[in-house]
């Protein structure tokens, strides 16, 4: 059981442990593009704009947390009697 691929393997778990923890935890993860400031600084002066990428908040939604919600979605549309609307 102490060979390297068992560790390996038993990383991977707490990782993904860990992944699946922060994605139910803290849904948001900070912006790639701008690093949670939400702003992007105009290299030829003092000013800055919003970042396009998450509209001046800062944040992003974890690939994790999506996937998530994409699978909550589709079972709650395979449920019978749901009475809110199918989008
Ligand atoms: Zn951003």
Known sequence: MHSPIALAILAALGYGT????ACSAFPFASCRRCHGSGKHRNPFGAGHRLCRHCAGTGRRVRLGRRVYEYLAREHRRSLPGDPRPRR
């Open 18 to 21: 860990y992944y699946l923890l």
